[in-house]
């Protein structure tokens, strides 16, 4: 099945500071998500986005399918920020989704 | 609009104790899932249901059953529950099929199985 890597594993930072979250995948796919798990739990939609770039205020997202990677691009980080970045992608028939191990991040006031 | 819904948020059950996980989403989605979240960790796919009346499995069904009881309706069913279920348990759903595949999740039961 499909393989999800994302890097880095931690991230810690200043308030106000940019950070760039890699997800890799090793095989093509027809979905991908990027998700912010909150520190009580909460699972929220940042992006959906299997291919090309999207902004949504202070976040965007770029995934490149033929290279198999996305990026999710955070920039004038708050406290609000902090939680666990997760990159979900499925297969071409789109219904067994592959959660990657997540990024932790940590926003210093 | 409550999208996914969840009950219980919260549960405990002994060792060899059963009980069942219930989902409800009001979008009118075809599919449906069920994950389980460990500590530390992303979430690994336990079954999904990619329309009303079919089922199947997904990373770790071991241990749990599933019903999807209507369009709107998907239940996880441990039969007899053990230590190593103790987990975070969401639902999600999507409109597979459709012009997005976007997943939405539930708030999630946390259980716990001493």
């Known amino acids: 099945g499909i393989q999800v890597e994302q890097s880095p594993p931690d991230l810690i930072l200043q308030e106000g500071a940019n950070s760039t979250l890699r997800c890799n995948f090793s095989?093509?796919?027809?979905?991908l998500q990027w998700f912010h798990q909150n520190p009580w739990g909460q699972l929220i939609n940042l992006f959906y986005?299997?291919?090309g770039t999207k902004q949504n205020g202070r976040l965007s997202a770029t995934t490149v399918a033929t290279e198999r990677y996305s990026l999710l691009y955070i920039s004038s980080s708050q406290t609000t920020d902090s939680g666990v970045y997760f990159c979900?992608?499925?297969?071409?028939?789109?219904?067994?989704?592959?959660f990657g191990p997540g990024t932790r991040l940590s926003v210093l006031p | 609009n409550a999208g996914v819904t969840q009950t219980p948020k919260f549960q405990v059950l002994k060792t060899g104790q059963s009980m069942t996980l219930q989902c409800a989403q009001d979008?009118?989605?075809?599919?449906m899932y069920w994950y389980r979240q460990d500590p530390g960790m992303g979430l690994r796919l336990i079954y999904y249901?990619?329309?009303?009346?079919?089922?199947d499995k997904g990373e770790v069904p071991n241990g749990y059953n599933v019903s999807r009881l209507n369009k709107r309706e998907f239940s996880l069913r441990l039969e007899s529950a053990a230590p190593s279920q103790t987990s975070v348990y969401f639902c999600?759903?999507?409109?597979?099929?459709?012009?997005?595949?976007?997943?939405?999740f539930g708030p999630g039961t946390r259980l716990t199985v001493t």
């Open positions: 979900a992608v499925a297969d071409n028939y789109g219904q067994n989704f592959v």
């Open positions: 095989d093509s796919v027809n979905n």
């Open positions: 986005i299997p291919s």
């Open positions: 979008m009118n989605h075809n599919s």
């Open positions: 249901s990619a329309s009303e009346g079919t089922t």
């Open positions: 999600a759903s999507n409109s597979a099929g459709g012009p997005s595949y976007e997943q939405y």
